[in-house]
């Protein structure tokens, strides 16, 4: 059974960090390219991060490029998201989801998601 597990939401100020954590199991991990994309209320999700797990190269929307940085750990099956520089637009649940390759943008399986919450 393919399950992917977000952890490391929460609350913090504007300017703050935060790192989420993405734990996969059920698939091959380097088979897949891993993406972040988040939701915020009334808004349609936003693919904001991918990276290939195979040989990690990286990809970022223009909102999150420079604040934010994607990583992988094989050995670990988890992909990780350092946001630095937080701002209240940053506001949404994050999730992370298996794509066949960062240049495709059809996505596999979900996460259950965690809620960021950035505070002016």
């Known amino acids: 059974e393919v399950q992917l597990v977000e952890s490391g939401g929460g609350l913090v100020q504007a300017g703050g960090s935060l790192r989420l954590s993405c734990v996969a199991s059920g698939f091959t991990f380097a088979d897949y390219a891993i993406g972040w994309v988040r939701q915020a209320p009334g808004k349609e999700r936003e693919g904001i991060s991918c990276i290939s797990t195979s040989d990690g190269t990286t990809y970022y929307a223009g909102s999150v490029k420079g604040r934010f940085t994607i990583s992988s750990d094989n050995a670990k099956n988890t992909v990780y998201l350092q946001m630095n520089s937080l701002k209240p637009e940053d506001t949404a649940v994050y999730y992370c989801?298996?794509?066949?390759?960062?240049?495709?943008?059809?996505?596999?399986?979900w996460g259950q998601g965690t809620q960021v919450t950035v505070s002016s």
């Open positions: 989801a298996t794509r066949r390759g960062c240049r495709i943008p059809i996505y596999s399986y």
